[in-house]
């Protein structure tokens, strides 16, 4: 099946010679890093090698969530939650927002208390997250047939359609004055005086005094090519869509098997709740160490497999020049086959949680790259060693819904202007200063 069907975003027909800023990638957080630059009056390029939002950014579950985040992401998706409230407004076109809230299942008492201590990481912010459990869940999961002990509820939480957000952003980013170029791969960066002076892409040369790498699961390739190390990996999560059901749950809901969301056409966004498919690559083995933490953290949702993808990436160049047709032009999406394994077992667990989805037919499937860092939480952050140079990747399965709040904070950092959010726990020296290295759940 093909992926996702997007909003298509028509690229600009002509290159500028010049950009303030240069943005790689047009996900929903290359997106909103444009747009945010532009309205502060910038000239912005966003190069996008294949379609606006045509990776994970239209491949996700579309939670726009607060719960059960990693703490150091609080404070960034409180200021997300913002811009999503007005996001259609400001763009002048539908995201799909809505605020529905997120359940997280708990079926037993260790997960019931690891919810509940979860949640006590949004009292200092005075945001409302319980426990509930009874009449009370029962009234915002109609008809399920869940064994529970409760779930986490957080009514601030909510979801959008991600087929539409990046392009609609995208969109609005060059009506506030930004160039969008799409089937337009940046090639490499061009260097003066140790410092960006510009950038090559596959249609020729655009001086500039920035360049934002907001390129997903692409991004550790392309810095690796300047000289850049960026410790991250790729994580096959798979997900398909249903026709439309009467009756189902608002919210979204997330238990130990399978994850759903209602979608604007009435249908549901069905993927397995915990379980995400590692392929073995040549860079499993470079990154064994720096990734060792998140291995033994993680160890019971990952199914490693040897696939097709060692010897697609084993023969995918590392460095190459700007004369040379790179490894983002021979493969414009990253689109890659759903497991099946995951889905009947994600779409089975659904159906028998709520039994009025047996009636409901599955429409479509795919499978989307994440981009994953050793902590699980994004890089936010300019490059010491090459000046001029900010990277915005890693989010780890979190992008979607911080993605507005990541490309307000990543054009504070490029502008110089006061950060929304302390932006320290998302710098890319840490990795390389001797920090310690840790997953952080929140409980």
């Known amino acids: 099946m093909p992926g996702p069907q997007l909003t298509p975003v028509v690229s600009d027909s002509q290159l500028p010679d010049r950009a303030d800023v240069v943005v790689i990638g047009g996900g929903i957080v290359g997106a909103s890093t444009a747009l945010e630059l532009a309205e502060r009056g910038l000239s912005v390029l966003l190069c996008e090698k294949g379609v606006i939002g045509g990776e994970q950014s239209s491949r996700n579950w579309g939670w726009v969530r607060l719960s059960m ?4 992401e609080i404070p960034l998706m409180i200021e997300a939650l913002k811009i999503w409230e007005g996001l259609d407004a400001r763009t002048g076109r539908a995201t799909g927002y809505r605020r529905a809230g997120i359940l997280f299942t708990a079926d037993s008492a260790k997960s019931y208390d690891e919810h509940a201590r979860w949640a006590e990481n949004l009292t200092p912010y005075q945001i409302e997250a319980r426990m509930i459990s009874g009449a009370d869940l029962g009234a915002l999961l109609p008809g399920h047939r869940m064994d529970l002990k409760g779930a986490l509820h957080t009514p601030l939480d909510g979801r959008a359609e991600p087929q539409w957000a990046a392009p609609a952003v995208a969109a609005a980013a060059r009506d506030a004055g930004a160039t969008v170029m799409t089937g337009c791969a940046v090639r490499t960066l061009d260097v003066a005086a140790g410092r960006v002076a510009g950038v090559v892409t596959e249609l020729g040369r655009v001086a500039c005094d920035a360049v934002v790498l907001a390129g997903g699961a692409w991004s550790r390739l392309f810095a690796g090519n300047a000289g850049i190390s960026l410790p991250q990996l790729k994580v096959l999560n798979t997900v398909m869509r249903t026709s439309p059901v009467e009756g189902g749950p608002e919210a979204s809901v997330w238990a130990d098997r399978f994850a759903l969301r209602k979608r604007a056409d009435g249908g549901y966004t069905v993927a397995s709740g915990t379980e995400n498919t590692v392929d073995l690559v ?8 720096a990734f060792l933490p998140a291995l033994v953290h993680e160890w019971s949702s990952l199914k490693f497999r040897l696939s097709s993808r060692w010897g697609e990436e084993a023969r995918q160049p590392r460095r190459w020049g700007p004369g040379d047709v790179t490894p983002f032009e021979t493969c414009r999406i990253l689109d890659p086959a759903p497991s099946a394994r995951a889905l009947r077992q994600c779409w089975a667990d659904a159906q028998r949680a709520f039994p009025i989805l047996q009636g409901a037919e599955m429409l479509q499937s795919w499978g989307g790259m994440i981009d994953v860092t050793p902590d699980a939480i994004p890089v936010i952050s300019g490059v010491d060693d090459l000046p001029g140079l900010h990277v915005a990747t890693g989010f780890s399965g979190h992008g979607f819904g911080i ?5 307000r904070l990543m054009a504070d950092i490029v502008t110089g202007a006061a950060p929304v959010v302390d932006p ?13 290295i840790h997953l952080d759940k929140g409980f």
């Open 424 to 436: 320290k726990e998302f710098r890319l020296s840490r990795f390389s200063d001797g920090s310690k």
């Open 69 to 72: 985040r990693d703490p150091r």
């Open 403 to 407: 993605g507005p709040g990541a490309g």
């Open 282 to 289: 040549p860079d499993s083995f470079r990154l064994a160490r």
